[in-house]
């Protein structure tokens, strides 16, 4: 493995670490060790089943590693499900109960059977400000775009108010110009809150514009992680490099790639 890190190795305040963790779906067999330092952004980047949601849903609890330990704050969760864990969590999609209105959707994060104080409204209310969504808190999923579906997720991250978001992939489906504007919401969302990130995506520019710390996955583990500059640079890690050519190689081939001057 390619370790670059000088600032995320052998901290002892680390927000989320993996300690030697094992998991399995049949064949597919992956390990991870990770040290994420608290209060940073993270991006997981890596080839299409190479393991970054697997990666994702051990932090969450939504999968129970076969051996070893997941530490949040020091707190060993390895055995605590999804909810008693001081995490959120955004999807590419599905997010959002399609029977609730926006306000109800975001009220989730503060009450799951939604039984909000006056406080909690008022938390929502000022989330959807936040979040650009003021005036459509009546509005049902389906009468949102794509973006403003991801918008209500990230609202009920707000009022949620947990210490670590983990994105999976949330801005895949949107074209660039909504994407760049929901990536500044998410990097000014941590600015504010200043919450742990670990952010998947296929975006190597993404990953940049928000990222401090890279962690790449190939087949099952962490092959690379370090300096998110030291990524794109020439010394960069080769497979890395490898990668972010074919990325940008399917994306010509689609016709979507930025031109380049
Ligand atoms: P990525 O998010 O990087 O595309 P995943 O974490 O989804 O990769 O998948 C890692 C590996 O685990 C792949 O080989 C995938 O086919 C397998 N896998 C993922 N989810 C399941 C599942 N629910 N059941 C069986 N195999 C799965
Ligand atoms: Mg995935």
Redesign the pocket.
């Known amino acids: 493995m390619t370790d670059m890190t000088d600032t995320c190795n052998g901290r002892t305040d680390a927000a989320v670490r993996l300690d030697g963790v094992t998991f399995?779906?049949?064949?597919?067999s992956?390990a991870f060790d990770l040290t994420v330092e608290a209060g940073s952004i993270t991006a997981?980047m890596?080839?299409?089943?190479?393991?970054?949601?697997?990666?994702?849903?051990l932090v969450a609890g939504f999968e129970t590693p076969k051996s070893g330990r997941v530490l949040i704050d020091d707190r060993d969760v390895t055995h605590e499900p999804p909810a008693a864990r001081p995490i959120s969590m955004v999807f590419q999609e599905n997010n959002l109960f399609a029977h609730l209105d926006v306000a109800q959707n975001v009220g989730l994060g503060r009450s799951p059977a939604l039984r909000l104080t006056p406080s909690d409204r008022t938390a929502v209310s000022e989330a959807l400000v936040r979040t650009g969504l003021g005036g459509k808190e009546h509005r049902l999923p389906r009468e949102l775009s794509g973006g403003e579906r991801q918008r209500v997720a990230l609202a009920r991250v707000l009022v949620r108010d947990r210490p670590v978001l983990l994105l999976?992939?949330p801005f895949a489906s949107l074209g660039p110009a909504l994407r760049e504007d929901m990536l500044g919401l998410v990097a000014d969302l941590h600015a504010e809150r200043r919450m742990t990130v670990l952010f998947?995506t296929h975006q190597p520019e993404d990953a940049r514009r928000i990222g401090r710390t890279m962690v790449f996955?190939e087949d099952?583990k962490i092959t690379a992680t370090g300096e998110m500059s030291k990524f794109f640079g020439k010394h960069g890690p080769e497979a890395f490099r490898r990668y972010i050519g074919s990325v940008a190689g399917s994306l010509q081939s689609q016709g979507i790639a930025r031109k380049r001057t």
């Open positions: 399995s779906y049949g064949e597919a992956m997981i890596g080839p299409s089943g190479s393991g970054k949601s697997t990666l994702l849903n999976d992939e998947v996955l099952g």
